[in-house]
C-alpha cells in the first residue's frame, strides 16, 4: 500500500465535473485523513433546520446563519461542531484539527467553551471515503485541493464560498471561479 499523505484542514473543493449531485460545488473541509479513510464537512450547505429546534444549549454560540448546514450524506443523524478558537490552547471540550479549527465535544456544557470559541457551526451527517476511495477521486481529477482558512468555517454567505475560495487561489484555479454554474446556457 502506498503512503497516504495527510489532508487534514485542507479544503475540497469539487471541480465542475463531479458528477454527484451531494458535492454539486462544494467546499468539503477535511476533518480528519489517513490510510484509513477519509472525513470531512461540507461548508456550504445550509438548512433550513435552526441550531436551537436541535441543539437549544448551543444556539447563542453558532454563527451566523444560525441553522444547521448538512455536512454530507452519511450519518445525517448525528452532529458535529466546527469551531475555530485562536491561540494555542483549547478549552475542555474542543480538540484541535488543524490550526485554529477544531471539533467541539456537543456533550460538553457550552459555557466551558463559550469564552473561547471565536466562530462555531453545527453540521448534521458528515461526508466519508473508505481507504484509497477519496485518492481515487483525486486521481480522477473530482477534486481541488487548497488550504483552509479560519474564515472558512464561518463564511457570511454559503451560497458564495466555492467561487471565493476559488478565487483566492494565485493559480488558474481562480479562473474557475468564473465557470457557470450550466456551462450549456452560453
Known amino acids: 500500500m502506498t503512503e497516504v499523505s495527510s489532508l487534514t484542514g485542507r479544503l475540497l473543493v469539487a471541480t465542475p465535473a463531479l458528477a454527484d449531485p451531494n458535492f454539486d460545488r462544494a467546499v468539503v473541509l477535511l476533518l480528519d485523513h489517513d490510510e484509513q479513510g477519509s472525513l470531512g464537512v461540507v461548508l456550504n450547505r445550509p438548512t433550513p433546520v435552526v441550531v436551537g429546534d436541535i441543539l437549544l444549549p448551543w444556539a447563542a454560540l453558532a454563527g451566523d446563519p444560525g441553522v444547521v448546514f448538512q455536512g454530507g450524506p452519511v450519518g445525517l443523524d448525528s452532529a458535529l461542531g466546527v469551531a ?87 493559480s488558474e484555479l481562480a479562473m474557475v471561479a468564473t465557470y457557470p454554474d450550466d456551462p450549456s446556457l452560453n
Open 84 to 170: 475555530v478558537i485562536p491561540g494555542d490552547e483549547g478549552p475542555l471540550g474542543w480538540r484541535r484539527v488543524h490550526g485554529a479549527i477544531g471539533l467541539v465535544d456537543l456533550e460538553a456544557p457550552p459555557e466551558l467553551l463559550a469564552s473561547a470559541l471565536g466562530s462555531l457551526r453545527i453540521f448534521a451527517g458528515y461526508s466519508g471515503w473508505g481507504p484509497g476511495q477519496l485518492e481515487e477521486e483525486l486521481g480522477e481529477g473530482a477534486w481541488y485541493v487548497v488550504e483552509s482558512e479560519p474564515g472558512d468555517i464561518s463564511f457570511p454567505d454559503p451560497a458564495r464560498l466555492w467561487r471565493a475560495v476559488l478565487r483566492r487561489q494565485r
